[in-house]
């Protein structure tokens, strides 16, 4: 199903996390990514939510409920083409280091601590895609624990 | 500081509540709202009335809501109930509220701010239980914000589509005061809401197509929903159908906006609508939708929804256009500032449809006659008596006029097709939620909204066992409605389901009634029963002639069912237009349905 991403800025109340999961929840939908932080303006929290669904009519209706909630200012989808989806992933890894710099160039990561000669804890950015196939390069049984952040994403 | 200057949670709470215009409050105490209480009594400034149920708190503020909004001085409702227990049994008042855009507010006590979450003595997360069933949800934390919520509370609960608010309250912040500093003017308040807006006016473009389709439409069909109540706009929804000739057809909400009998109207549409009103739908080529949202009951199975109709949708709530029905014009406005500008567009004409109206006279008379036998028959195979005779034998008798509240079943639908209703705004049901036992406390509602009218609470013996402790209430208050039961023995719109599509096995419908005789007088309300048809009338005269509230309790026929009807999640082209195994069968063979 196609991944679709919301991103929707609200007043910085109580309870409006709930209410925007509650909704997601009473449409029937898993939640892929949901991220929340602050944005530019104090007081105005921007949340970006990443579901899956085929039905362009369904996307529209989730929209036009979360604008309706009394915080909710404004809600939209981004699309892939006119928007940057990126998420950030912290791995902890166990590879020879010698190996992981050969990734280097391809992907763009940075090495938060290295305890041991071949124990890494690194952080990655990119696009959802470009984290998977990093993490299928270098091999899923060489992962330790991995925390991925979820979508945040940005107009062109 | 002297006494007199501390300003506490509770002083604001009742000082916010007395400037937005409320009278009545109504509501059950208990330990976390018992200083507000406290203060009320104290105060002396509103008319504070007990339920004898926190459900029936909810359900008599929708009663002043709903029955006022069509005054000049409109008010909203407001009940009030303890944490825990007191909270929940709102929940059904609250659910229903939001379910057909009622603004009521709810007033809940907490525990006290040190114990929240931890599961103290009647403590209950009223919020994360309230949050899906209402408009908006307000935790009181500090004193200081108890009047901008409050006020808050009233601009969103009547904002646009209207909703119950909800304000929990913890028994600490009653009581905190407030600092020397604090101020707030009722006055110059505009509350902090960005994104909360709606659009009243509606725009030229849509409003231009919509007015080509009109004029283009040889089959168009009106519809008049909620939205033209709530609105007021039911005079300008009659001089509109007059001046482009469309016939309407009411959703069930929409019903008392203009006289039900007007030569246009083709009554109400839908699962138990009028043959003439879902025929024509089923033909139409245009239908003109105000202030509705094209609930299942309304439309059946949406595949074969109206497949050949253009659809222009006028509707306050965004979200509700394309929700269900995908529409060729949506009008996303007021109903009422949009039939101002629609009537004033010389763009608008007449047009005499003639065999338009050949087709829908035709439409009229399939069940005519059928109809009209059974009312005048009056009774049953069984010699009891027949719910839609008494309704219509009701309608007569007060030419209409009066305000009716069904409770929710069969006499529900029956009350909804058979009373010709001509006063606008008369007719009060639980529509989206259907709960049950929402007529007896909702009409005391009603009644104090409209007390200068007659008010008939029409149950069936299921729904009036459901919030029969209300009783209670209107004896101690006095309060002049005259209660209907109409006992068949059974939750007969279930019965009718199971008569139809579950072989006639009647599980969990057929039930015991005590002698309602007995209740009335214990509650010492004077109280008639009704077997004969001949003591129909004179015991509904009896009833309007005494002055307080009186019980009759009419025995109806169990096997009586309500025709038309479109089963569930069934096309209209199933619609059953006579009973099984008589002359007229079903369109095509109805499929078996759930609730």
């Known amino acids: ?156 | 500081m002297t006494e007199k200057q501390i300003i506490t949670g509770k002083n604001l709470m009742l000082r916010a509540l007395k400037e937005k215009g409320v009278r009545y409050i109504f509501g059950y105490t208990g330990g976390a709202i018992m200083p507000i209480f406290d203060e009320m009594d104290k105060l002396g400034d509103f008319h504070f009335i007990m339920s004898r149920h926190e459900q029936g708190a909810a359900f008599m503020a929708q009663g002043v809501s709903r029955g006022s909004l069509s005054t000049d001085k409109p008010q909203i409702g407001v009940c009030m109930a303890t944490s825990g227990p007191g909270a929940m049994n709102l929940t059904t008042g609250i659910a229903d509220a939001h379910m057909d855009s009622i603004p009521i507010i709810a007033i809940t006590g907490q525990v006290t701010t040190g114990v929240i979450a931890t599961d103290a003595f009647q403590e209950s997360d009223v919020i994360g239980v309230m949050m899906p069933i209402c408009k908006q949800t307000y935790m009181l934390l500090a004193a200081e914000d108890v009047e901008v919520t409050v006020h808050e509370a009233f601009y969103v609960a009547t904002t646009g589509r209207g909703g119950p608010i909800v304000i929990d309250i913890p028994k600490d912040v009653q009581n905190q005061s407030v600092s020397e500093t604090y101020r707030f003017d009722a006055k110059t308040f505009r509350p902090s809401l960005p994104g909360f807006f709606y659009h009243p006016t509606p725009e030229r473009e849509p409003l231009r197509r919509a007015i080509e389709l009109i004029n283009r439409s040889v089959r168009p069909v009106l519809f008049c929903g909620h939205g033209v109540i709530t609105s007021n706009a039911g005079k300008l929804l009659q001089q509109f159908a007059e001046k482009v000739n469309i016939p309407i057809a009411f959703t069930l909400h929409g019903l008392s906006a203009l006289p039900v009998d007007h030569p246009l109207s083709l009554g109400m549409m839908g699962m138990h609508g009028t043959v003439e009103a879902n025929r024509a739908i089923m033909a139409a080529d245009l239908l003109i939708s105000f202030g509705m949202r094209f609930d299942d009951r309304v439309t059946g199975r949406l595949s074969e929804y109206a497949r050949n109709a253009d659809v222009i949708h006028v509707e306050i709530d965004p979200s509700e256009i394309d929700k269900n029905v995908a529409c060729s014009v949506a009008i996303n406005a007021d109903v009422y500032r949009t039939l101002h500008v629609m009537l004033g567009d010389p763009m608008l004409t007449y047009k005499p449809r003639k065999r338009w109206f050949e087709k829908i006279d035709s439409f009229r008379q399939v069940m005519a006659d059928d109809l009209r036998r059974e009312i005048e028959c009056g009774v049953g195979d069984d010699g009891r008596l027949l719910m839609k005779s008494i309704v219509h034998q009701l309608s007569v008798l007060t030419e209409g006029k009066d305000l009716i509240v069904p409770d929710v079943g069969m006499h529900q639908m029956m009350a909804a097709r058979f009373y010709n209703y001509q006063t606008e705004n008369s007719w009060f049901a639980s529509g989206g939620a259907g709960t049950m036992g929402a007529s007896l406390p909702m009409a005391i509602g009603i009644k104090l909204a409209r007390p200068d009218e007659r008010v008939w609470s029409i149950s069936g013996d299921g729904g009036f066992q459901m919030n029969i402790q209300e009783l209670g209430t209107i004896m101690e208050q006095q309060i002049d409605i005259k209660i209907v039961i109409l006992n068949n023995g059974h939750l007969g719109m279930v019965r009718q389901w199971q008569t139809l599509f579950f072989d006639g096995r009647y599980a969990g419908t057929p039930m015991q009634s005590p002698k309602f005789g007995l209740i009335a007088e214990a509650y010492d309300i004077p109280y008639r029963k009704i077997e004969k048809l001949d003591e129909v009338t004179p015991a509904l005269q009896q009833a309007i002639d005494h002055h307080g509230p009186i019980l009759l309790e009419f025995v109806c026929d169990a096997s009586e069912i309500i025709l038309p009807m479109i089963p569930s999640d069934g096309g209209f082209g199933e619609m059953i237009v006579s009973r099984p195994g008589q002359e007229k069968t079903a369109t095509r063979k109805s499929k078996g349905g759930k609730s």
């Open chain 1, 1 to 156: 199903m196609k991944r679709r991403a919301i991103l929707a800025f609200m007043l910085d109340r109580p309870g409006v996390l709930n209410k925007v999961s509650v909704l997601i929840r009473k449409k029937m939908y898993n939640v892929d990514t949901l991220t929340v932080c602050s944005s530019r303006v104090e007081g105005i929290s921007r949340m970006t939510i990443t579901l899956r669904e085929d039905d362009q009519a369904k996307v529209d209706q989730i929209i036009r409920q979360l604008e309706k909630f009394t915080e909710v200012i404004s809600a939209k989808e981004l699309d892939t083409d006119h928007s940057y989806w990126r998420e950030v992933a912290i791995v902890k890894l166990e590879v020879d280091a010698a190996h992981l710099e050969s990734f280097r160039g391809r992907y763009n990561f940075e090495v938060l601590d290295q305890k041991e000669e071949d124990i890494l804890i690194i952080q990655l950015a990119g696009a959802t895609r470009q984290i998977d196939s990093f993490l299928e390069e270098v091999g899923r049984q060489y992962i330790i624990e991995i925390a991925r952040t979820g979508v945040a994403a940005m107009e062109k």
